[in-house]
């Protein structure tokens, strides 16, 4: 079982090969290619897999942009009618996401203050 953040189910699937640095983007391939077997998941609140490279991770295996990623995942949950800890089949949660959040347009309201956002719409057009 692999540890996730909610809202990183919306980054893997708007992911297009761009990222902090090329670790980063090899770490989010890598991950991605796990992902394509159907693992479970736990969506978790704190950092998972993908920010192994994250310029944002400190030492202490925390965000320095905790706050704000905490909303971004609460968005996610929220939305989704989800709950932090809770398991699922990635397969199951990356369609969720999709119906939900991608489907029906509601980056903006979900990912708000995120830097990555106007890629991230762009890719969703």
Request: hydrophobic content about 35%.
């Amino acid at each position: 079982m692999y540890k996730l953040r909610p809202h990183h189910g919306i980054c893997i699937q708007l992911f297009k090969g761009k990222g902090y640095s090329e670790e980063f983007v090899a770490n989010m391939k890598e991950f991605i290619e796990i992902l394509e077997s159907n693992p479970q998941i736990q969506l978790f609140p704190e950092c998972d897999e993908l920010c192994k490279n994250c310029p944002h991770k400190l030492l202490t295996n925390e965000c320095n942009t905790k706050n704000h990623v905490l909303k971004l995942d609460n968005n996610v949950l929220s939305h989704l009618n989800l709950e932090i800890y809770q398991v699922m089949f990635w397969e199951d949660f990356k369609n969720k996401v999709k119906k939900e959040i991608l489907d029906t347009n509601q980056l903006e309201n979900i990912c708000k203050g995120c830097s990555w956002l106007s890629f991230c719409l762009e890719n969703n057009a």
